[in-house]
């Protein structure tokens, strides 16, 4: 896997994101944790309508409980339901 962190400046205005690209074929497990966070995305973004708050958005998304997060080195790893 591939991971790139950009970072832009544009008339004052900075802003980073990554991108994660996989070279040659995705295992089962990338296809799955691609999945669930297409998931967890698209399930914030059909919510967003005039007056909801960003808490309401936010709701929708796991929590680091949830996660199970723990950092091992300078990669964040979570274990899948099935770990």
């Known amino acids: ?6 970072v832009n400046v544009f008339l004052g205005y900075k802003t980073c994101y990554y991108r994660t690209f996989v070279t040659g074929r995705p ?14 995305l698209y399930k914030a973004i059909d919510i967003v309508k005039p007056g909801i708050s960003t808490a ?5 998304w796991p929590t680091a409980a949830i996660l ?9 790893h979570f274990k899948s339901a099935t770990e």
């Open 56 to 60: 309401e958005i936010a709701a929708v």
């Open 68 to 76: 199970d997060c723990q950092v091992r080195g300078k990669h964040l």
């Open 1 to 6: 896997m591939i991971f790139i962190d950009v």
């Open 27 to 40: 295992t089962r497990r990338q296809l799955d944790v691609y999945k669930q966070a297409y998931d967890w």
